[in-house]
């Protein structure tokens, strides 16, 4: 799913100009496959509502009943490790009260682990290998 600009479009602010991309997988605990249509809905729309307050932009974004991909513009101040965290944060909180029967499933929604790499260096083999590895998570 395209979301806002291009692949390669710079951003700047007062003292940086960059493009720093990131495509970001991760996975619910245990790799339940329990991410329904309208949860991955509702989790598009809190991550496309995290955007400007936390200076990142998503480029892309697919989820599937076991695992989000993201591909983020984050701003290098910021650090896409702390932006990552912050979305997987807001969103296990706010999916859990809002889909409290799938809550009930899993007490934690997030495994702690994540796949970063920055976009262009990440092929499928090497994409499936960490989603293989996160079953028994």
């Known amino acids: 799913m395209k979301i806002t600009l291009e692949k390669s479009k710079y951003r700047t602010t007062d003292t940086t100009t960059h ?24 989790f598009k729309e809190i991550v496309l509502s995290l955007q400007e307050a936390n200076n ?35 969103t296990a909180n706010m999916l859990k009260k809002e889909f409290p029967e799938f809550a009930s499933k899993i007490p934690s929604l997030w495994t ?14 090497t994409m499936n290998d960490y989603c293989d590895s996160q079953k028994g998570v």
């Open 19 to 42: 493009c720093c991309q990131y495509h970001i997988v991760f996975c619910p605990r245990r790799r339940i496959k329990g991410l329904a249509p309208e949860i991955q809905e509702r």
């Open 112 to 125: 702690r682990e994540m796949f970063i790499a920055t976009v262009g260096n990440v092929s499928n083999k």
């Open 56 to 90: 990142f932009i998503v480029l892309e974004m697919d989820i599937a009943p076991d695992r989000v991909h993201l591909v983020l513009d984050v701003a290098p101040a910021n650090g896409v490790d702390f932006i990552v965290k912050r979305i997987k944060r807001q």
